[in-house]
């Protein structure tokens, strides 16, 4: 399954992961009850990849250059996951599973988020979901594969649209 999103088969079959692996489809299933403990292995797969950059103190002196620092660790956090979280994209409206997945990153994202921010931009709560917009995993997919652009120019269409942000925030 990994390997097959990987190389861009967005939704992927039982019978194609099971010819992928080599194997029958009775064996797909007897090692995954349905197709959503396959998307939790994949996910589980997945975190063990990001969690190292996730996990990174950041790197600045400022909360500015930290945001910053999380802005680079999210383009390489997002090109990572993109084909994984775009296949289960697909699916989450069928699935409970995947629905609360998605859920579960979207809020990471903004936790995530939040810890960097001094009191004074979190109490500005329309700057705030402003940011998130920004550094969100959606932004990320819509320069890159609505887009089209190449991971350099969509890093820098972020931190244009970051410093242009933070520019109209209070400093301290």
């Not at 390997?3 to 099971?18: E, R, T």
């Not at 990572?80 to 859920?103: K, V």
């Not at 700057?127 to 320069?143: D, E, K, Y």
């Amino acid at each position: 399954m990994l390997d097959l999103v990987g190389a861009g088969v967005v939704a992927p079959s039982a019978s194609q992961v099971a010819e992928a692996a080599g194997v029958g489809l009775r064996t797909v299933f007897r090692h995954f009850a349905d197709m959503d403990a396959l998307y939790r292995e994949m996910t589980e797969a997945i975190e063990a990849r990001v969690l190292p950059i996730l996990l990174r103190p950041p790197l600045g002196e400022t909360w500015q250059a930290r945001l910053a620092d999380l802005a680079e660790r999210r383009a390489q956090i997002f090109e990572t996951i993109m084909p994984y979280r775009i296949s289960a994209s697909l699916r989450r409206f069928e699935s409970p599973y995947l629905m609360q997945d998605y859920r579960r990153m979207l809020r990471l994202e903004a936790q995530t988020l939040e810890a960097y921010l001094p009191e004074t931009v979190k109490a500005d709560a329309t700057a705030v979901q402003g940011l998130g917009v920004i550094l969100s995993f959606a932004t990320w997919r819509l320069l890159r594969r609505d887009q089209g652009l190449g991971v350099e120019q969509a890093r820098a269409v972020v931190r244009r649209m970051l410093a242009d942000a933070l520019a109209a925030l209070p400093q301290d």
